[in-house]
């Protein structure tokens, strides 16, 4: 199982999008309230309310594959002050788990120190923030476990590169052809 945390001023597009193609392409996936909400409703960076599948306190380290980091601000903010969310992240670098991190929230990487010696990319500006990076200006970044993105236009690349990982190239070129995205 993947989580994607959502925490209150997240990027709708970075989450939405990158759970619906997971999906599509049958990886499974839950979308995690990182902050107390009413019924797990969590409000984006662009007032768009989504309804998470679960809490953070019902996540199951035991099934997990791995994390995904959606950017936007304060989402990304709020993602790092995260106690379950570092939780998480610990688990997966101690366990050789994935972790997905887009737009702002590569900076958690960076400040964790998880990109050390990696390629990574993110939102522009934020590049100080990946310490121990070789930066990319690729849209979307693989190196080893960790796949890092630019940004909400770069989603797209971003979930294809997580679910070429994870289900192969032939799968994600067919998911994006069928998405009308090539």
Same mark, same amino acid.
């Given at each position: 199982? =993947?989580?994607?945390?959502?925490?209150?001023? =997240?990027?709708?597009?970075?989450?939405?999008?990158?759970? #619906?193609?997971?999906?599509?392409?049958?990886?499974?996936?839950?979308?995690? !309230?990182?902050?107390?909400?009413?019924?797990?409703?969590?409000?984006?960076?662009? %007032?768009? $309310?989504?309804? @998470? #599948?679960? @809490?953070?306190?019902?996540?199951? =380290?035991?099934?997990?594959?791995?994390?995904?980091?959606?950017?936007?601000?304060?989402?990304?903010? +709020?993602?790092?002050? %995260?106690?379950?969310? +570092?939780?998480?992240?610990? $688990? !997966?670098?101690e366990n050789n788990? $994935?972790?997905?991190?887009?737009?702002?929230a590569p900076q958690?990487?960076?400040?964790?120190?998880?990109?050390?010696?990696? +390629?990574?990319?993110? $939102?522009?500006? =934020?590049? &100080?923030?990946?310490?121990?990076?070789?930066? &990319?200006?690729?849209?979307?970044?693989? #190196?080893?476990?960790?796949?890092? &993105?630019?940004?909400?236009?770069?989603?797209? #690349?971003?979930?294809?590169?997580?679910?070429?990982?994870?289900?192969?190239?032939?799968? @994600?070129?067919?998911?994006?052809?069928?998405?009308?995205?090539?």
């Amino acid at each position: 199982m =993947f989580y994607c945390f959502l925490a209150t001023g =997240f990027e709708e597009i970075e989450a939405i999008t990158t759970v #619906d193609m997971l999906r599509r392409a049958e990886v499974e996936v839950a979308t995690v !309230c990182v902050n107390k909400a009413q019924l797990n409703l969590v409000k984006g960076a662009h %007032s768009i $309310y989504v309804a @998470a #599948d679960m @809490a953070m306190e019902e996540i199951d =380290f035991e099934n997990m594959e791995g994390v995904i980091l959606p950017g936007g601000m304060p989402g990304t903010v +709020n993602l790092e002050e %995260s106690e379950g969310v +570092n939780k998480a992240l610990d $688990y !997966c670098v101690e366990n050789n788990l $994935y972790i997905f991190a887009i737009c702002a929230a590569p900076q958690i990487l960076g400040h964790k120190g998880i990109l050390e010696g990696k +390629n990574a990319t993110c $939102y522009p500006g =934020f590049e &100080s923030e990946l310490k121990g990076a070789t930066l &990319s200006p690729l849209p979307a970044v693989k #190196d080893c476990r960790v796949i890092t &993105s630019k940004g909400p236009g770069a989603t797209i #690349d971003f979930a294809a590169e997580i679910i070429t990982e994870l289900k192969g190239e032939s799968v @994600a070129k067919a998911l994006k052809e069928s998405m009308q995205c090539v």
